[in-house]
């Protein structure tokens, strides 16, 4: 697996972000100025009409304990991560709306 910074050109204002690939299975991503999502399957990314610069340095492998983070159990079990500082979650309400009431809770 590789960490690759996306340098897509798009006509609108869209950021481009890190993502962990792995041909073409995302495995993790560190949307702009958030902490890294991670999946619990690899998903397929379409790579057509997009550009991708390889990162020396892997920002996924350097994500360690910190305090800011805690654990929350889900109500069907899961475990998510929720960092208390920007205020993100690792669970798929947060990763798909921006909120969540894992993030709430704190």
């Not at 020396?56 to 360690?64: D, E, L, Q, R, T």
Request: charged share 25%; hydrophobic share 30%; glycine share 6%.
């Amino acid at each position: 697996m590789q960490a690759y910074q996306e340098v897509t050109r798009w006509s609108v204002t869209t950021p481009n972000h890190i993502y962990l690939l792995d041909g073409n299975k995302m495995h993790a991503y560190i949307p702009v100025g958030k902490a890294p999502v991670y999946f619990k399957k690899p998903i397929t990314i379409d790579l057509r009409g997009r550009k991708f610069e390889i990162l020396k340095s892997n920002p996924f492998a350097k994500v360690k304990e910190d305090s800011s983070l805690i654990k929350i159990t889900g109500s069907k079990g899961q475990i998510y991560t929720v960092n208390t500082i920007d205020k993100s979650c690792s669970c798929p309400g947060y990763t798909f709306r921006g909120k969540c009431k894992h993030v709430l809770s704190i």
